[in-house]
């Protein structure tokens, strides 16, 4: 497996590994109509690509294949984790959090209740359960936090 920095001409594969990726993984905790809410299947790649090109975004790829992507904001809130449905449970998504929480003491994110057990073994913990509204459809997930262990500057190694 590869992790590069991430080109524009990946947004349209990555928008689709989204939509996929949500509606099959995620279909274990999210109805029908939440999951459409959440990944309608047209996603605005200009918006898409300027928030990508904002953020510290990394692509992983597997023999030519884009497996998974992430991104990270400059304030440490990862914004996007998201690994293709026949590549689950192969490292990828430690892999891309690995390079992604890289040089963060505290890193932040809104785990879907899917990712949440996958966060909390790398170490983040639960600030608080809320819910998000999308397209008037209520979706639950957590606010997780990953910090430093008190008095050093250092990301725990997981």
């Known amino acids: 497996m590869d992790i590069r920095p991430y080109r524009p001409p990946d947004c349209p594969e990555m928008a689709q590994l989204f939509y996929n990726t949500v509606h099959i993984i995620n279909a274990r905790d999210y109805t029908p109509r939440q999951l459409d809410a959440w990944a309608t299947g047209t996603v605005d790649l200009s918006a898409w690509d300027r928030s990508f090109r904002a953020h ?30 026949a590549y689950q449970h192969q490292g990828i998504a430690s892999a891309l959090c690995r390079e992604l929480e890289r040089g963060f003491c505290t890193v932040t994110t809104h785990a879907s209740i ?13 600030l608080r359960r809320q819910e998000v509204e999308r397209q008037g459809v209520l979706l639950a997930n957590y606010v997780m936090e990953r910090s ?4 050093s500057s250092k990301v725990p190694r997981v």
């Not at 990394?58 to 984790?81: K, P, Q």
């Open 148 to 151: 430093c262990i008190q008095g």
């Open 114 to 126: 899917t990712a949440m057990p996958f966060f909390a073994r790398r170490g983040y913990r639960i």
């Open 56 to 85: 510290r975004t990394l692509v992983a790829e597997e023999a030519g294949i884009l497996v998974g992507f992430g991104d990270i904001d400059e304030t440490g809130y990862l914004d996007r984790l998201y690994v293709h449905h």
